[in-house]
Protein backbone atom coordinates (compact mmCIF):
# COMPACT_ATOMS: atom_id res chain seq x y z
CA UNK A 1 0.00 0.00 0.00
CA UNK A 2 1.61 3.25 -1.35
CA UNK A 3 0.58 6.68 -1.93
CA UNK A 4 2.90 9.00 -3.76
CA UNK A 5 2.45 12.56 -4.07
CA UNK A 6 3.95 15.06 -6.85
CA UNK A 7 3.75 18.58 -8.52
CA UNK A 8 3.97 20.74 -5.82
CA UNK A 9 6.11 23.74 -5.82
CA UNK A 10 5.99 27.62 -5.87
CA UNK A 11 3.75 29.70 -7.90
CA UNK A 12 2.67 33.51 -8.15
CA UNK A 13 -0.80 34.43 -7.19
CA UNK A 14 -3.56 33.59 -9.93
CA UNK A 15 -1.60 30.80 -11.41
CA UNK A 16 -1.97 26.92 -11.26
CA UNK A 17 -0.19 23.89 -10.45
CA UNK A 18 -1.60 20.37 -11.11
CA UNK A 19 -0.71 17.54 -8.27
CA UNK A 20 -0.77 13.93 -8.85
CA UNK A 21 -0.91 11.14 -6.86
CA UNK A 22 -0.05 7.48 -7.40
CA UNK A 23 -1.61 4.47 -5.22
CA UNK A 24 0.30 1.59 -5.91
CA UNK A 25 -2.10 -1.92 -5.79
CA UNK A 26 -5.23 -2.64 -7.77
CA UNK A 27 -7.56 -2.23 -4.40
CA UNK A 28 -7.44 2.03 -4.21
CA UNK A 29 -9.65 1.67 -7.91
CA UNK A 30 -12.72 0.53 -5.59
CA UNK A 31 -12.27 3.41 -2.66
CA UNK A 32 -12.57 7.05 -2.49
CA UNK A 33 -9.87 8.93 -2.42
CA UNK A 34 -8.60 12.95 -1.75
CA UNK A 35 -6.79 15.37 -0.79
CA UNK A 36 -6.30 17.62 2.19
CA UNK A 37 -3.75 20.33 3.53
CA UNK A 38 -1.90 21.51 6.14
CA UNK A 39 -0.42 25.25 6.65
CA UNK A 40 2.11 26.42 8.75
CA UNK A 41 0.58 26.40 12.94
CA UNK A 42 -2.66 25.11 11.55
CA UNK A 43 -4.69 21.98 11.93
CA UNK A 44 -4.88 19.45 8.71
CA UNK A 45 -8.07 20.78 6.55
CA UNK A 46 -9.89 18.36 3.79
CA UNK A 47 -9.88 19.82 0.18
CA UNK A 48 -11.21 17.27 -2.04
CA UNK A 49 -12.51 14.28 -2.59
CA UNK A 50 -13.86 11.79 -5.29
CA UNK A 51 -15.53 8.58 -5.47
CA UNK A 52 -14.29 5.45 -7.37
CA UNK A 53 -16.06 6.41 -10.22
CA UNK A 54 -14.59 9.65 -10.82
CA UNK A 55 -18.46 10.35 -11.14
CA UNK A 56 -19.07 11.93 -7.74
CA UNK A 57 -17.09 14.46 -6.17
CA UNK A 58 -16.97 17.31 -3.00
CA UNK A 59 -14.99 19.85 -2.23
CA UNK A 60 -14.14 22.53 0.66
CA UNK A 61 -15.94 26.11 0.47
CA UNK A 62 -12.54 27.66 -0.05
CA UNK A 63 -11.28 25.38 -2.93
CA UNK A 64 -14.60 25.33 -4.74
CA UNK A 65 -14.95 26.66 -8.44
CA UNK A 66 -11.01 26.77 -8.24
CA UNK A 67 -9.66 23.52 -7.78
CA UNK A 68 -11.05 20.17 -10.13
CA UNK A 69 -10.28 16.57 -8.74
CA UNK A 70 -10.49 13.83 -11.05
CA UNK A 71 -8.95 10.47 -11.19
CA UNK A 72 -7.66 7.39 -13.66
CA UNK A 73 -8.05 3.60 -12.25
CA UNK A 74 -6.38 2.45 -14.92
CA UNK A 75 -3.03 -0.31 -13.66
CA UNK A 76 -2.60 2.03 -10.99
CA UNK A 77 -4.90 4.51 -9.53
CA UNK A 78 -3.91 8.04 -10.20
CA UNK A 79 -6.01 11.00 -8.50
CA UNK A 80 -5.26 14.57 -9.29
CA UNK A 81 -6.12 17.69 -8.28
CA UNK A 82 -5.92 20.99 -11.10
CA UNK A 83 -5.70 23.75 -9.38
CA UNK A 84 -6.18 27.33 -10.52
CA UNK A 85 -6.29 30.84 -9.70
CA UNK A 86 -4.18 30.39 -6.76
CA UNK A 87 -4.18 32.37 -3.34
CA UNK A 88 -1.70 32.93 -0.78
CA UNK A 89 -4.29 31.38 1.53
CA UNK A 90 -3.69 27.80 -0.48
CA UNK A 91 -0.06 27.97 0.79
CA UNK A 92 0.50 24.10 2.60
CA UNK A 93 1.60 20.61 2.30
CA UNK A 94 -1.14 19.00 0.75
CA UNK A 95 -1.40 14.99 1.11
CA UNK A 96 -3.00 12.50 -0.69
CA UNK A 97 -5.48 10.01 1.25
CA UNK A 98 -7.76 7.04 0.40
CA UNK A 99 -10.44 5.17 2.37
CA UNK A 100 -10.04 1.38 3.27
CA UNK A 101 -14.06 1.07 2.20
CA UNK A 102 -15.56 1.86 -0.78
CA UNK A 103 -18.58 3.05 1.57
CA UNK A 104 -16.66 5.78 3.82
CA UNK A 105 -18.31 8.92 1.92
CA UNK A 106 -18.45 11.53 2.16
CA UNK A 107 -14.73 10.93 2.86
CA UNK A 108 -14.12 13.17 5.75
CA UNK A 109 -10.61 11.48 5.83
CA UNK A 110 -8.15 8.69 5.13
CA UNK A 111 -6.89 5.73 5.91
CA UNK A 112 -3.68 5.26 4.04
CA UNK A 113 -2.09 8.51 3.85
CA UNK A 114 1.40 9.54 1.24
CA UNK A 115 4.03 12.09 2.07
CA UNK A 116 2.58 15.59 1.51
CA UNK A 117 3.76 17.73 -1.50
CA UNK A 118 4.76 21.42 -0.40
CA UNK A 119 2.79 24.25 -2.04
CA UNK A 120 3.84 27.43 -2.12
CA UNK A 121 1.69 30.73 -3.27
CA UNK A 122 3.47 34.37 -3.37
CA UNK A 123 1.57 36.92 -3.26
Known amino acids: VQLQASGGGLVQAGGSLRLSCVAS????????MGWFRQAPGKEREFVAA?????????YADSVKGRFTISRDNAKNTTVYLQMNSLEPEDTAVYYC????????????????WGPGTQVTVSS
Open 50 to 58: IRRDGGTTY
Open 25 to 32: GSTFSRYP
Open 97 to 112: AAADSPYKWPMRSGDY
